[in-house]
């Protein structure tokens, strides 16, 4: 198995943050012709149209929702459509007819609403056949071809599992009641699920892509320099900090693999990296941004509409897992300084608290806002983003050296208009079809048959059941997007989980966690694709080495399930610690049993069964 190779440009010699020329910025009409005019025009409607709803008060869903799959259409039918004549003309024509049957929604929506889930006529049946054909073949276009796969075999299920024998079978659904529900009701395509993308998700995406296009990777990285550039294998321990950082406003993993890979990795093979333990590294630390809080690649906000808690709680709760992560990454990559000799960074390519105070506003004034507004008002999330967002938008207008400048400002924010559009319909497409499959569990009790499989096949013990669990989630997170497979693995086994004793929240954060695995773990481990792409390496290496450095997110889901005090941060925050400190040893020493650096033979097992010990016995 292979993986393309991007082209990756070296920082300044003996440095990681690229330094900041003085090339004036692009005007607004080349920015326009380098983005498209289609794009700008779409994302700015995308921007709009979802800022609008944070102060707008309460909508119809059967308005909200369509319109958002209807902003969502032509980025993946018409603008970012791939492949032949064919696969262009086809996409123009699904586009086409998705967004007649999204606004006929729209247009009765009223109506359709008083018909409870019914439909009626040979009109509103073709409307709901083609809505969901055109959801499907977004999904596939968008993402890849197994979620709108494993969404049809649900669907043929609901319609003809009336046939199928055994404790598998259901009762018939009649076919206008059966559409009807996925398509006038919020027991399908416009779900909860789907409401939450267009309330929460949205406006977080749209903060990440305008404070991207501004100077705060610049910032970030300047600071995890500072910070960590001055430790013993310092341009490692820089990527696992900015990593971090990046994954608190991004919680894409591939997004951070790609973009801070592209500085941090150059720059440690510069200075003696084996290129297999660089782009591990940076595949490691960007998996992580994932569960950092408080954007979590989506999934906190997915985790709150199926809990039904506050978004802060969950918040909250994730955060000293995601903490211990990082901790064990950059002990691992500590280890790793030790075996092979890694040094500091110099001096000189720190570059000095000047640049760090110029930069890191850009990153740290919109992540403020919103944490503040968070934790002390009562104001809820989509509204403390969109004060975020317009706090970046003005600081925008200067870039990393501090100039100013309107034809700079209208560039950039244009920029982050059209990411902003792209990545909002990206998240649409996987969440709207991911909605088909639970509305259609809800509809035929399927998710109710295969939970008491689950507890028959555990024998009603805990951690069997966690353990099938966590294989089933990594198995899905191969080929689905971590949000959607978190969504079918969670449906499927999180009661089953729960009815054996787990607190619901600890179920969802240990399918979230598991269902990344992926993202490092052979065959399919797109981070160390990305990243072995970067460092021009074969990626198996580096795969072996991100999972020794990445053995946090194998093991701590399994220390929050024995010690249920590391996610009672809000409740007990002295307990909290010490379940941290506790599983955090534990976690250390079984990394140092994955790694070794001192490479004596007895000193593997022994700190194997050592952490193994400090975490499952005697649990808090």
Known sequence: MTQPAPVAHDPAPGGIVPPSGPTPPRSPAETVRTLGRLPLLFGLATVGFHLYLVFAGLLPHLVTRPLHLMLAIPWVFFI????????????????AAGLASAAYIVANHGALADQYGSLQGGLQIAVAVVLIAVVLDMARRAIKAVLPAVALVVLLYGLVGHWVPGHFGHGE?????????????EGGLWSGLTGV?????????????????????????????????RFRAGAAKVAVLSSAMYGTISGVAAANTASTGMVT??????????PSLAAAVEAVASTGGQIMP??????????????????????????????????????????????????????????????????????????????VFLTVTAFTPAYAAAVAIVATLLMLIAD??????????????????????????????IIVCASIIVGVFNMTGVGVKITSLILSASGGELWLALILTGLASLVLGMELPTTAAYIIAVSVAGPALVELGLPELYAHLFVF????????????????????????????????????????????????????????????????????????????????????????????????????????????
């Open 80 to 95: 970012d459509s791939q492949g032949g004549r064919w696969a262009r003309w086809s996409g123009y024509g699904l586009g």
């Open 173 to 185: 659904l009649p076919l206008n009641y059966f559409l009807g529900t996925l398509i006038i009701t």
């Open 197 to 229: 993308s267009v309330t929460v998700i949205a406006p977080f995406i749209i903060l990440g892509a305008f404070i991207s296009a501004g100077a705060a990777g610049t910032g970030f990285m300047a600071l995890a320099t500072q910070l960590a550039g």
């Open 265 to 274: 990795i150059p720059a440690m093979k510069r200075l003696g990296y084996p």
């Open 294 to 371: 408080p954007l979590m690649g989506a999934g906190i906000f997915v985790m709150a509409e199926l809990l039904h808690r506050p978004y802060l709680e969950i918040m909250g709760a994730a955060t000293p897992p995601a903490v211990l992560f990082f901790l064990t990454a950059w002990w691992g990559v500590h280890q790793f300084a030790i075996r092979l000799g890694l040094k500091p960074m110099a001096a000189a390519a720190m570059p000095g608290w000047t640049v760090v105070g110029r930069t890191v506003p850009f990153f740290l004034v919109p992540f403020t806002i919103l944490i």
């Open 400 to 429: 990393d050296t501090g100039r100013l400048s309107v034809r700079g400002w209208v560039s950039r924010v244009m920029t982050g208009t059209v990411e902003a559009g792209r990545q909002v319909a990206n998240i649409a497409a």
């Open 513 to 620: 966690w598991y269902a990344l695995l992926c993202t490092i773990t052979p065959p399919v481990c797109g981070n160390v694709f990305i990243a072995a792409g970067i460092a021009r390496t074969p990626w198996i290496p580096v795969s072996l080495r991100a999972m020794q450095l990445g053995i946090g997110l194998f093991i701590v889901p399994l220390g929050f399930v024995a010690n249920p005090s590391l996610l009672a941060l809000a409740q007990d925050p002295l307990m909290t610690l010490a379940a941290a400190l506790k599983v955090g040893v534990g976690v250390w020493l079984i990394s140092f049993a994955a790694i070794d650096p001192l490479r004596r033979w007895w000193a593997r097992p022994l700190a194997l069964a050592a952490g193994a010990a400090l975490i499952f016995v005697g649990g808090i």
